[in-house]
């Protein structure tokens, strides 16, 4: 089955700078992977996804690129805030199939 | 409001008391799922169900039973909860549609087991 890695763990950056986090993915068949944002506490909420006919989407400071070949795909922040601190958790499936397969998380803190 | 409702948002039990935490979704989605948190392995889905009368397992079944005998609820059944069993437990919801098959959690269940 899928197995999705993610590093990593943690992530520290100043306020302003980028931030990137890696995941990959073992399933080659798996055609959409979102991203999640935990706040403390929270419940995990989608802030971008991609699909396998693509290889990179933007929204606003959010960009995540996906590379089928190498099988990883990433996510990208630029000018970080302070608001952006939370666990993500990126996930991987196959569309139609229901099973999504998550990372472990990491955790970013953007300090002011 | 479209949301997911889960009920009871925590819970602390003893061992062998057979528990059922409620999932309700008001959006008509199809399929809903259930999955746990735990520090350092993410989340991890328990079950799912692709429609009414349709379930299967997830990635970690073992001690735990589902139903799907209405559209919008899912209910997540621990014949006898061990201590192993303590997590955070969410209900997710989605539609079948290329393009809106997002997942909606639910708020979160916080279950201890002595």
């Known amino acids: 089955g899928e197995n999705v890695e993610q590093h990593p763990s943690t992530l520290s950056v100043q306020e302003g700078d980028s931030a990137v986090i890696k995941c990959t993915y073992s399933?080659?068949?798996?055609?959409?992977f979102p991203w999640y944002k935990q706040e403390l506490g929270k419940r995990p909420q989608l802030i971008i996804d991609?699909?396998?006919?693509?290889g990179e989407k933007k929204d606003q400071r959010i960009a995540v690129t996906l590379n089928k070949t190498a099988k990883h795909f990433s996510l990208h922040i630029t000018e970080t805030q302070p608001e952006d601190s939370a666990v993500y958790f990126c996930?991987?499936?196959?569309?139609?199939?229901?099973?999504?397969?998550f990372g472990t998380g990491t955790r970013l803190l953007v300090s002011p | 409001e479209a949301q997911v409702t889960q009920n009871p948002r925590y819970l602390i039990t003893v061992t062998g008391k057979k528990l059922t935490v409620t999932c309700s979704q008001n959006?008509?989605?199809?399929?809903m799922s259930w999955y746990r948190q735990d520090p350092g392995l993410g989340l991890r889905q328990i079950y799912y169900s692709m429609n009414v009368e349709v379930t299967d397992k997830g990635d970690v079944p073992e001690g735990y039973k589902v139903s799907r005998k209405e559209k919008r609820n899912f209910p997540l059944i621990l014949e006898s909860p061990s201590p192993n069993q303590t997590s955070l437990y969410f209900c997710a919801s989605s539609s079948r549609v290329r393009g809106t098959d997002t997942q909606y959690f639910g708020p979160g269940t916080r279950l201890t087991v002595l």
């Open positions: 991609i699909r396998s006919n693509v």
């Open positions: 996930a991987a499936t196959i569309t139609g199939f229901q099973k999504l397969v």
């Open positions: 399933d080659s068949a798996s055609n959409y």
């Open positions: 959006m008509n989605h199809e399929y």
